[in-house]
């Protein structure tokens, strides 16, 4: 059953309103801002470092190929240099290319030209040298030759020596060995016993000296074989008169003990031939030296 009485109205509760909460997906998009601001600050400041250093690099790449055409140029300058002396020398030399290359090709020929000489020398020497020792060996034949001449002269000159003769002067001084020719002449001189000066006189009015002594001859006999002289021996003449051939004509010296000899072997006509002989202990006097 209904009650009837007086409605009392129900308290309300008060109206509480909560804010709406701020979305999730605005912190999302503010991080992703928040981030690509960061990324894009640091991008730029990374792309500016990047820029600067390849600016850098390309400066100094710039900078080195400066440099390395300067290098160039140089290099270049000096080859020029070099060239242009090369060729200032060339033409103060006064050659050309083709002198050169004429040059270089006689140069070679020079050269096959010596190996050719040089190869021929050799054998010529090879034959020089082979013709040299058949030229000893003859030589030294010949050698043996002359070794049995020279025995033979020798025999001879013996024989001749025995041949020359003894005999007492015209001052009746026994002399000592007389040559009667040239040919023992020459042997009287190796004996070594007497000074021997050959003498060959003319007839004259004037004297010869010969040796130490002075010499005329005044008249001469072939048929005969006799002559006369005047000896000057110590500014004294002595007269030797009508002397025959091989007949020692005998005279003293002063201070020697031992008489001077004059032989002659040869008488012709208005001519004599033979020699002086002087002691050997009378010094250089008697040499006439």
Do not use: C
């Not at 709406?20 to 997906?25: E, F, I, K, N, Q």
Request: aromatic letters at 6%; zero cysteines; hydrophobic letters at 35%.
């Amino acid at each position: 059953m209904m009650s009837i009485s007086p409605s009392v109205p129900e308290p309300r509760e008060p109206n509480v309103y909560e804010a709406p909460s701020t979305p999730r997906w605005i912190f999302v998009v503010f991080i992703a801002a928040f981030v690509l601001i960061g990324y894009l600050f640091y991008a730029s400041n990374a792309s500016n470092e990047a820029r600067t250093k390849l600016e850098t690099e390309f400066a100094q790449a710039n900078l080195k190929e400066q440099r390395l055409a300067a290098q160039v140029d140089q290099t270049n300058s000096v080859v020029a240099d070099l060239r242009g002396k090369l060729e200032v020398t060339t033409q103060k030399l006064g050659f050309t290319q083709a002198e050169l290359a004429q040059a270089r090709s006689l140069a070679q020929n020079i050269r096959q030209s010596q190996k050719e000489s040089d190869e021929k020398l050799t054998a010529q020497i090879g034959q020089v040298k082979q013709e040299t020792d058949t030229k000893i060996g003859q030589v030294s034949t010949d050698l043996t030759g002359a070794k049995g001449d020279i025995s033979a002269t020798r025999q001879d000159l013996e024989a001749t020596k025995a041949k020359l003769t003894s005999t007492v002067g015209d001052l009746g001084v026994q002399s000592g060995l007389i040559a009667r020719n040239q040919q023992e002449l020459e042997q009287l001189k190796h004996s070594g016993d007497r000074n021997i000066i050959e003498l060959h006189l003319t007839k004259s009015k004037t004297p010869t000296r010969v040796g130490p002594i002075q010499i005329t001859l005044t008249k001469t006999d072939p048929k005969k074989f006799k002559y006369t002289m005047m000896v000057v021996v110590d500014d004294k003449t002595i007269e030797k008169k009508d002397k025959t051939a091989d007949e020692p004509v005998q005279f003293y010296a002063k201070g020697v003990p031992r008489p001077y000899e004059i032989v002659v072997f040869d008488v012709t006509k208005d001519k004599v031939n033979g020699y002086l002989s002087t002691p050997k202990d009378t010094g250089s006097a008697a040499r006439g030296q």
